[in-house]
């Protein structure tokens, strides 16, 4: 979906986060709840894996990126964002969808936090179980 200001927009999730990543033609700055990227996932690894898709099509420093994600923790963001740029790239030009599925960045990971059984202690945790 491309909005009125040129932006194309991706939505990605994992776990419980959610996210919106809007792209656009730029200077490769990326923003992620109005904090640059580096503010926003301090360890490069993280970084690193984020921008995974633009490294993968080689369009660093093409694309302005502007996300919004809640909900998770950091490790449901990073992966959130991540499908929502590739998808938002894969909209931009799709030329770039076989690379992208090459690296297995357009498959949204489905899993999810199993829920808790009546009569249990957890979803898989019992109570402990006496004879007498």
Do not use: C
Not at 54 to 63: M, N, S
Not at 103 to 127: H, I
């Amino acid at each position: 979906m491309v909005e009125q200001t040129g932006m194309i927009i991706g939505i990605g999730r994992r776990k419980t986060a959610t996210a919106v990543v809007k792209i656009k033609e730029g200077k490769g700055q990326v923003f992620i709840n109005d904090k640059e990227i580096k503010e926003y996932f301090p360890l490069p690894y993280q970084v690193d894996e984020v921008i995974k898709p633009l490294a993968v099509t080689e369009t660093v420093g093409q694309f302005d990126v502007y996300a919004k994600v809640s909900g998770g923790g950091i490790a449901g963001h990073m992966d959130a964002i991540k499908l929502g740029i590739a998808r938002a790239i894969a909209k931009y030009d799709p030329s770039f969808i076989s690379k992208l599925r090459e690296y297995g960045l357009l498959t949204r990971d489905p899993r999810m936090k199993e829920r808790k059984k009546y009569g249990q202690k957890g979803a898989r945790k019992k109570f402990q179980w006496t004879k007498r």
